[in-house]
């Protein structure tokens, strides 16, 4: 465990204050090196978390700060089959 300073967003990236998470089965596979494809290092294991918008980053629409928020596993697909593009769209490629 580390301490960081508190980011400041990027063009296009939001800055969310994590208030509930859960640790499911990936995340904790992701840490043991036993996932089914690489992660990105330093990558921060959540797969469920809900939070509130604090900051946005340039460019940014569509959100304002005190906007409820939660992550989505797969945040590119929204039904039917899975995209050939999962491999590097899923959780901790992107």
Do not use: C
């Amino acid at each position: 465990m580390r301490e960081e300073g508190i980011p400041k967003p990027q063009r296009g990236e939001i800055l969310i204050r994590v208030r509930a998470v859960s640790l499911n089965y990936p995340d904790l596979a992701m840490l043991l090196g036993r996932y089914v494809s690489d992660s990105k290092a330093g990558l921060i294991p959540t797969s469920d978390a809900t939070g509130e918008i604090v900051a946005l980053g340039e460019g940014v629409d569509g959100y304002t700060v005190g906007d409820r928020v939660m992550g989505a596993f797969h945040s590119r697909w929204f039904g039917g089959q899975m995209p050939k593009t999962i491999d590097v769209d899923g959780y901790g490629k992107g």
